[in-house]
């Protein structure tokens, strides 16, 4: 174990998730989303292409944005990716809906810069979540829209396995259709 990943170990104990952790990998550094990361997320997030497979297509556009930054601060689980090589902020995730008698917590709302699709940077990003993630429940989840087949690929390809399909009606009676993928704690099987 290096060092940060003993620092990563030792800043996330106790008894609640900590929704914000500060983590450290090879290429990424996440820390929690602050106000100050609005112009930096935003010109990331103003890319189009980002968002055509999305349920909210039009997120690229500033008006948009703003209200999703605006709950992004107020969830208290938002996470911005850093390049550490450029130092540049590169996108971002959360963490939600924890659930501590299910023991279970979703991960969702990632978007990266396109020019870093495909590569390992959400490889990373997912493996610094879900080693968080693990330390406090047994399962993580990601709601990902139907139509959305780039995120579904994407979790598929860090383990993720289809399990079911959710409806949610919303207060003004639209309904949000989500398929839910899942990646359980892995069991250690080594002899001790």
Do not use: C
Request: proline share 5%; glycine share 8%; net charge negative.
């Amino acid at each position: 174990m290096n060092d940060q990943e003993f620092l990563n170990q030792e800043q996330n104990r106790g008894e609640s998730f900590e929704l914000q952790p500060h983590l450290v990998g090879d290429l990424l550094e996440v820390r929690p989303l602050r106000p100050e990361d609005w112009e930096s997320l935003f010109a990331v997030a103003s890319d189009s292409l980002i968002w055509e497979q999305h349920p909210a297509p039009d997120r690229y556009k500033e008006g948009v944005f703003k209200e999703f930054f605006r709950e992004a601060l107020e969830s208290g689980g938002t996470l911005v990716v850093i390049d550490r090589k450029i130092q540049k902020i590169i996108g971002s995730s959360r963490y939600f809906g924890f659930e501590p008698t299910k023991r279970e917590i979703e991960i969702g709302w990632t978007f990266l810069a396109r020019s870093l699709w495909g590569g390992k940077y959400n490889g990373e990003l997912k493996r610094l979540m879900l080693d968080h993630a693990f330390r406090f429940v047994e399962s993580v989840v990601f709601l990902i829209g139907p139509t959305n087949v780039r995120s579904q690929k994407a979790v598929e390809k860090i383990g993720g396995i289809l399990i079911e399909r959710r409806e949610k009606t919303n207060p003004d009676g639209t309904t949000i259709e989500r398929v839910v993928y899942q990646i359980k704690k892995p069991t250690n099987t080594a002899l001790t």
